[in-house]
């Protein structure tokens, strides 16, 4: 009996991408003429839905507003084997997804990442440049693994990556968690660089450097707290500590040369921040042996679903 080819859905969020949707359906249609194309609209003032509705794609609504509200609702909602995730700007290649494809089914990847090479003279703003590498680092080192654009919006996932990823951000700290979400589950991941050009004329970015960095920033220490906390509490804990010190050497210094202790709220302020840190210390400790058992759970439950290797391509 032949086996069924792999189902292969392509996952495009929007939000006001009149100008490029139609053209992102028509060009992943063209490379994956056996995918089902799924665009959520997030709650556009366009012509999104209808000019994804005309290029081919089958169009689905969510209100809730960000990202990661669209990207939660479509793992919930589709069936596939293999999906794409790419955004709706036309800043992505979408003739590289066959190869992305085939590289996640031989290898055997959870996940494929798209590393963004820019090929136009603006595709890339300076401001995001930076950010993405601090970022990148940032998280690199937080949670040991090697990458080189943890921001990209073009990636390629398993039905086990998909169905067991619960996440909570909402806005483009989506990325961040993906990322984490591979790494801290030990699943085998690669990234391969694609093109990455301008967007269409009429087509606008919705990206704020600042805002949407601080927002990422915020995500990855969220994530920290979550997924390592004894190295988080241990942060919390040293702060404390230092603070402690600065307040009470003074005092001590005080003690030692005439016996007395003259600053007595010094010296309570400089106890109660050592006490804290001890407490925040503790808590990592306690927290880290929860966080294993969670970790153990999510890898069971990760590994119950089938991977990507026995696929057949169509």
Known sequence: ?????????????????????????????????TAEIYVYDNASRDQTSQRARE??????????RGKGNVVRRMFADVEADIYVLVDGDDTYDASA???????LCEGGYDIVSGRRVAVGEHAYRTGHVLGNRLLTGLTAL?????????????????????????????????????????????????EIDT?????????????????????ILFTIAALVREERPLVFFAGVFALLAIASLLVGTPV???????????RLPSAVLATALMLLGFLSLASGLILDTVTRGRWEL?????????????????
């Open 1 to 33: 009996m032949t086996e069924p080819a792999a189902r292969i859905a392509v996952l495009v969020p929007c939000y006001n991408e009149e100008a490029a949707i139609g053209a992102v359906v028509r060009d992943f249609r063209a490379a994956l003429p």
């Open 298 to 314: 999510k890898r069971t439950a990760y590994l119950r679903i089938p991977g990507p290797g026995d696929l057949k391509l169509p």
């Open 142 to 190: 937080m949670f040991h693994v090697k990458l080189a654009d943890l921001l990209t919006g073009y990636r390629i996932m398993s039905r086990r990556f998909v169905k067991s990823f619960p996440f909570t951000a909402e806005g483009f700290g989506i990325e961040t968690e993906l990322t984490v979400h591979a790494v801290r589950l030990l699943m085998p991941m690669i």
């Open 97 to 103: 997804a066959p190869m992305l494809v085939r590289t």
């Open 55 to 64: 290029a081919g794609a089958v169009v689905r609504d969510e209100t809730r």
């Open 252 to 262: 001590i210094i005080d003690y030692f040369r005439t016996g007395l202790v003259p």
């Open 195 to 215: 093109s990455y050009k301008e967007r269409p004329a009429g087509s606008v970015s919705k990206l704020n450097t600042w805002g949407d960095g601080f927002r």
